[in-house]
């Protein structure tokens, strides 16, 4: 064989070797996709659907297989917003979910606007029975939900500017903005990653960022890039640890309480920013801190809360959220406390978080008896 058969022969091999190794983790994800069952197929259904708190409710599997389906796209200054989508259960328009309101013909009744993260959007229920559309039906008034999955109140600030900005909205008399926060602040930015008044997207959105930066157009890097991410997963699934300990140094408010009166002290100074833009344009502003299954004393035993991470979780939300009471009761804002709301009540959550569409009517009748006084 002469040395340029040899030389071929040799290239040709290398390059079926790394053709090898660069198709492993297409190949290999897809099937421990189907091992572990990780799935949006009509084969998986979302744990939450099959609680009993959606036992008489035909629509619940219907919506968490339309959650699931949801993707999400990057906006300036209030970082992501949910792509717009038609479904029985869910729809969106704009980035805005659809609310449910009767049919007025009186101009002069007031605007309702609701600034949340994914519990004021209606996580874990359809369109009609989100709490902003259930609002509506019982005051008889029009209510606008701009709430987002994930959204810290930071965000939501600054989804309100833009409205103000784009709508030109220097007069709003009579109508009233409705901040809903607290579980987003602490679980996101009480995360040992988080700085200052970062997102829980702040550290995958700039490393994606830097990553482009950083490297050429064409590189080794990015040809390998998949094969780094897939092995670095497989290794974390293989050398992970679920030891109190271990998750506990995933969030500081427990253990620094500087950094828990920090967020706090933020959530609070947002809600005065939001609360001043409103009521100098003649408009009411209510800021409401929000029940979280930690808080309080709903009935939980149904939910299991009580592994590691939760126990970890809990922690922060009983070191910040006094110190949100303290911050907001100091200041010259409308507060409204119902972390306490869901006391007892046994078909109330479906997660730490997120509640059915029961849950929604209590919280409802505590939103008017707040609101429209």
Known sequence: MSWIKVIFLN??????????????????????????????????ID?????????????????????ADLTTSYYDYITWRRDDFTGETINISNGVRTTLTPQIKNNDIPDYFFFGGSTTWGTGVNDANTYPSLFAERLQTRVHNFGETGYIARQSLAYLNNFLIVNSKNNMSGDHVVFYDGVNDVSHRCRSEINDLGTGRETSIRE?????????P????????????FLQAAIQKINKKNTQETVEQFYNCSSNPDRAE??????????????DLITKRGGNFTAIL???????????????????????????YKAVYPLIRKF???????????????????????????????AHKILVENLVYKLAR
């Open 47 to 67: 744990k939450r659907a099959k609680l009993d708190i959606y036992n008489d409710i035909s629509w619940a599997e219907k919506h968490f297989f339309e959650f």
């Open 290 to 316: 929000q029940p979280v299954a930690f808080i309080g004393d709903p009935d939980i035993n149904y939910l299991d809360l009580t592994s590691g991470n939760f126990l970890a979780l809990g922690m922060q």
């Open 11 to 44: 290239i040709l091999i290398f390059f079926s070797f790394v053709g090898m190794i660069l198709l492993t983790p297409p190949i290999l994800y897809p099937m421990y996709k189907i091992v572990s069952g990780i799935n949006n197929n009509s084969t998986n």
């Open 262 to 275: 920090e967020i706090a002290r933020s959530l609070v100074e947002t809600w005065q920013t939001a609360s």
């Open 328 to 358: 907001a009761k100091a200041k010259n804002i409308d507060f409204v406390d119902l972390s306490f709301v869901y006391d007892k009540c046994d078909n109330c959550y479906i997660d730490f978080n997120h509640v059915g569409p029961q």
């Open 208 to 216: 994606k960022l830097s990553s482009k930066n950083i490297n050429p």
């Open 218 to 229: 064409y590189s080794f890097s990015k040809l390998f890039e998949q094969l780094k991410d």
